[in-house]
Antibody, heavy 120, light 110 residues
Protein backbone atom coordinates (compact mmCIF):
# COMPACT_ATOMS: atom_id res chain seq x y z
CA UNK A 1 0.00 0.00 0.00
CA UNK A 2 1.36 3.40 -0.97
CA UNK A 3 1.84 5.70 2.02
CA UNK A 4 2.99 9.29 1.93
CA UNK A 5 3.89 10.74 5.32
CA UNK A 6 4.30 14.49 5.43
CA UNK A 7 6.16 16.59 7.99
CA UNK A 8 4.30 18.52 10.65
CA UNK A 9 2.70 21.94 10.67
CA UNK A 10 4.95 24.97 10.49
CA UNK A 11 4.56 28.54 11.72
CA UNK A 12 7.06 30.95 10.24
CA UNK A 13 7.65 34.68 9.87
CA UNK A 14 7.84 36.46 6.50
CA UNK A 15 11.31 36.24 5.01
CA UNK A 16 12.21 32.97 6.73
CA UNK A 17 13.17 29.82 4.84
CA UNK A 18 11.38 26.50 5.07
CA UNK A 19 11.71 22.94 3.80
CA UNK A 20 8.85 20.47 4.22
CA UNK A 21 9.04 16.78 3.46
CA UNK A 22 7.06 13.85 2.14
CA UNK A 23 8.31 10.31 2.82
CA UNK A 24 7.04 7.50 0.62
CA UNK A 25 6.73 3.86 1.57
CA UNK A 26 5.05 0.72 0.31
CA UNK A 27 6.09 1.24 -3.28
CA UNK A 28 9.08 1.88 -5.53
CA UNK A 29 9.77 5.51 -4.62
CA UNK A 30 12.14 6.13 -7.50
CA UNK A 31 9.71 5.14 -10.24
CA UNK A 32 6.59 7.07 -9.18
CA UNK A 33 6.15 10.75 -9.92
CA UNK A 34 5.71 12.89 -6.80
CA UNK A 35 3.72 16.13 -7.07
CA UNK A 36 3.06 19.02 -4.71
CA UNK A 37 -0.38 20.65 -4.55
CA UNK A 38 -1.29 23.85 -2.71
CA UNK A 39 -4.65 24.60 -1.16
CA UNK A 40 -5.18 28.03 0.34
CA UNK A 41 -7.80 28.38 3.09
CA UNK A 42 -11.27 27.89 1.65
CA UNK A 43 -9.93 27.64 -1.89
CA UNK A 44 -9.31 25.00 -4.55
CA UNK A 45 -6.36 22.86 -5.56
CA UNK A 46 -3.30 24.26 -7.34
CA UNK A 47 -0.66 22.02 -8.91
CA UNK A 48 2.80 23.35 -8.09
CA UNK A 49 5.08 20.89 -9.81
CA UNK A 50 6.35 17.34 -9.94
CA UNK A 51 9.58 15.38 -9.55
CA UNK A 52 10.63 11.97 -10.85
CA UNK A 53 12.90 10.78 -8.03
CA UNK A 54 14.88 8.31 -10.11
CA UNK A 55 16.62 11.07 -12.07
CA UNK A 56 15.33 14.16 -10.20
CA UNK A 57 13.73 15.46 -13.37
CA UNK A 58 11.49 18.30 -12.14
CA UNK A 59 8.75 20.32 -13.79
CA UNK A 60 7.19 23.41 -12.26
CA UNK A 61 3.95 25.21 -12.88
CA UNK A 62 4.80 28.65 -14.32
CA UNK A 63 2.91 30.10 -11.34
CA UNK A 64 5.41 28.57 -8.93
CA UNK A 65 8.63 28.53 -10.99
CA UNK A 66 11.27 30.49 -9.12
CA UNK A 67 9.11 30.69 -5.99
CA UNK A 68 9.77 27.20 -4.63
CA UNK A 69 12.22 24.34 -5.09
CA UNK A 70 11.17 20.71 -5.39
CA UNK A 71 13.78 18.06 -4.67
CA UNK A 72 14.10 14.44 -3.63
CA UNK A 73 16.54 12.17 -1.82
CA UNK A 74 15.90 8.71 -3.19
CA UNK A 75 18.22 7.12 -0.62
CA UNK A 76 15.62 7.89 2.06
CA UNK A 77 12.52 7.88 -0.20
CA UNK A 78 11.75 11.49 0.63
CA UNK A 79 10.69 14.46 -1.45
CA UNK A 80 10.91 18.08 -0.39
CA UNK A 81 9.29 21.43 -1.05
CA UNK A 82 11.42 24.41 -0.13
CA UNK A 83 11.10 28.19 0.15
CA UNK A 84 14.03 30.58 0.55
CA UNK A 85 11.94 33.56 1.66
CA UNK A 86 8.37 32.99 2.77
CA UNK A 87 5.55 35.47 2.25
CA UNK A 88 2.24 35.75 4.05
CA UNK A 89 0.59 34.64 0.81
CA UNK A 90 2.33 31.25 1.15
CA UNK A 91 -0.01 30.41 4.03
CA UNK A 92 -1.75 27.25 2.88
CA UNK A 93 -2.05 23.50 3.19
CA UNK A 94 0.49 21.68 1.05
CA UNK A 95 -0.13 18.14 -0.13
CA UNK A 96 2.22 15.69 -1.76
CA UNK A 97 0.66 13.14 -4.10
CA UNK A 98 2.01 10.30 -6.19
CA UNK A 99 1.37 9.18 -9.75
CA UNK A 100 2.64 5.81 -10.91
CA UNK A 101 2.33 6.63 -14.59
CA UNK A 102 3.27 9.51 -16.83
CA UNK A 103 -0.35 10.65 -16.61
CA UNK A 104 0.62 13.38 -14.17
CA UNK A 105 -2.96 14.38 -13.44
CA UNK A 106 -3.70 10.88 -12.12
CA UNK A 107 -2.72 11.45 -8.50
CA UNK A 108 -3.45 8.12 -6.88
CA UNK A 109 -2.19 8.56 -3.33
CA UNK A 110 -2.05 11.67 -1.19
CA UNK A 111 -0.33 12.66 2.01
CA UNK A 112 -2.37 14.18 4.85
CA UNK A 113 -0.95 17.61 4.15
CA UNK A 114 1.39 20.06 5.87
CA UNK A 115 -0.13 23.30 7.12
CA UNK A 116 2.20 26.25 6.61
CA UNK A 117 1.33 29.52 8.34
CA UNK A 118 3.36 32.63 7.62
CA UNK A 119 2.67 35.52 9.93
CA UNK A 120 4.53 38.24 11.75
CA UNK B 1 -9.78 31.84 -12.28
CA UNK B 2 -9.43 28.13 -12.94
CA UNK B 3 -8.50 26.63 -16.31
CA UNK B 4 -11.29 24.08 -15.91
CA UNK B 5 -14.76 25.37 -15.09
CA UNK B 6 -17.05 23.70 -12.56
CA UNK B 7 -20.25 24.93 -10.93
CA UNK B 8 -19.52 26.06 -7.36
CA UNK B 9 -22.30 23.97 -5.87
CA UNK B 10 -24.67 21.10 -6.51
CA UNK B 11 -27.27 19.47 -4.32
CA UNK B 12 -29.87 16.78 -4.17
CA UNK B 13 -31.97 14.80 -1.76
CA UNK B 14 -30.70 11.41 -0.59
CA UNK B 15 -31.21 8.84 -3.34
CA UNK B 16 -31.24 11.41 -6.13
CA UNK B 17 -28.78 11.55 -9.01
CA UNK B 18 -26.43 14.52 -8.97
CA UNK B 19 -24.25 15.52 -11.90
CA UNK B 20 -21.24 17.85 -11.87
CA UNK B 21 -19.86 19.33 -15.08
CA UNK B 22 -16.28 20.23 -15.92
CA UNK B 23 -15.64 22.38 -18.97
CA UNK B 24 -12.26 22.89 -20.59
CA UNK B 25 -10.64 23.24 -23.97
CA UNK B 26 -8.78 21.31 -26.64
CA UNK B 27 -5.50 21.79 -24.79
CA UNK B 28 -6.70 20.00 -21.68
CA UNK B 29 -9.88 17.90 -21.57
CA UNK B 30 -10.08 17.67 -25.35
CA UNK B 31 -6.70 15.96 -25.61
CA UNK B 32 -6.07 14.35 -22.23
CA UNK B 33 -7.60 12.14 -19.60
CA UNK B 34 -9.87 13.65 -16.95
CA UNK B 35 -9.62 12.65 -13.31
CA UNK B 36 -11.98 13.44 -10.46
CA UNK B 37 -11.10 13.96 -6.80
CA UNK B 38 -13.27 13.90 -3.70
CA UNK B 39 -12.30 16.00 -0.70
CA UNK B 40 -14.31 15.29 2.42
CA UNK B 41 -14.36 18.11 5.00
CA UNK B 42 -11.01 18.52 6.72
CA UNK B 43 -9.29 15.73 4.79
CA UNK B 44 -6.90 15.31 1.88
CA UNK B 45 -8.26 14.83 -1.64
CA UNK B 46 -8.83 11.29 -2.85
CA UNK B 47 -8.77 9.99 -6.42
CA UNK B 48 -12.37 9.11 -7.28
CA UNK B 49 -12.35 8.60 -11.06
CA UNK B 50 -9.33 8.25 -13.33
CA UNK B 51 -8.86 8.13 -17.09
CA UNK B 52 -12.30 9.68 -17.68
CA UNK B 53 -14.42 6.83 -16.35
CA UNK B 54 -12.39 4.32 -14.33
CA UNK B 55 -12.98 3.76 -10.63
CA UNK B 56 -10.11 2.88 -8.30
CA UNK B 57 -10.60 -0.15 -6.12
CA UNK B 58 -12.94 0.64 -3.24
CA UNK B 59 -14.84 3.49 -4.89
CA UNK B 60 -18.57 2.70 -4.93
CA UNK B 61 -20.13 2.16 -8.33
CA UNK B 62 -22.65 4.94 -7.69
CA UNK B 63 -19.83 7.26 -8.83
CA UNK B 64 -19.29 7.41 -12.59
CA UNK B 65 -17.41 9.64 -14.99
CA UNK B 66 -17.77 10.51 -18.64
CA UNK B 67 -16.14 12.76 -21.19
CA UNK B 68 -17.27 14.23 -24.47
CA UNK B 69 -15.16 16.64 -26.49
CA UNK B 70 -13.89 19.38 -24.20
CA UNK B 71 -16.26 18.63 -21.32
CA UNK B 72 -16.51 15.97 -18.67
CA UNK B 73 -18.97 15.10 -15.97
CA UNK B 74 -19.16 13.22 -12.70
CA UNK B 75 -22.41 11.57 -11.70
CA UNK B 76 -23.41 10.40 -8.25
CA UNK B 77 -26.33 7.99 -8.47
CA UNK B 78 -28.22 7.51 -5.24
CA UNK B 79 -26.76 10.41 -3.31
CA UNK B 80 -25.88 9.68 0.31
CA UNK B 81 -25.18 12.04 3.18
CA UNK B 82 -21.59 10.77 3.32
CA UNK B 83 -21.08 12.02 -0.25
CA UNK B 84 -21.17 15.62 0.99
CA UNK B 85 -17.78 16.89 -0.08
CA UNK B 86 -15.92 19.08 -2.54
CA UNK B 87 -15.30 17.50 -5.93
CA UNK B 88 -12.53 18.59 -8.30
CA UNK B 89 -11.84 17.67 -11.91
CA UNK B 90 -8.27 17.65 -13.14
CA UNK B 91 -6.48 17.21 -16.45
CA UNK B 92 -3.09 17.90 -18.00
CA UNK B 93 -2.99 21.10 -20.03
CA UNK B 94 -0.69 20.84 -23.05
CA UNK B 95 -0.42 24.62 -23.56
CA UNK B 96 0.35 25.55 -19.97
CA UNK B 97 2.28 22.35 -19.14
CA UNK B 98 0.50 22.00 -15.83
CA UNK B 99 -2.08 19.79 -14.20
CA UNK B 100 -5.15 22.01 -14.33
CA UNK B 101 -7.86 21.66 -11.71
CA UNK B 102 -11.40 22.94 -11.74
CA UNK B 103 -12.42 25.35 -9.01
CA UNK B 104 -14.30 22.62 -7.18
CA UNK B 105 -17.98 21.83 -6.64
CA UNK B 106 -19.46 21.55 -3.19
CA UNK B 107 -22.08 18.80 -3.08
CA UNK B 108 -24.78 19.00 -0.42
CA UNK B 109 -27.32 16.38 0.47
CA UNK B 110 -30.51 18.23 1.36
Amino acid sequence: EVQLVQSGAEVKEPGESLKISCKGSGYSFTTFYLAWVRQKPGKGLEWMGVIYPDDSDTRYSPSFQGQVTISADKSISTAYLQWSSLKASDTAMYYCASADTAILSELESWGLGTQVTVSS
Amino acid sequence: QSVLTQPPSASGTPGQRVTISCSGSSSNIGNNYVNWYQQLPGTAPKLLIYRNNQRPSGVPDRFSGSKSGTSASLAISGLRSEDEADYYCGAWDDSLSVVAFGGGTKVTAL
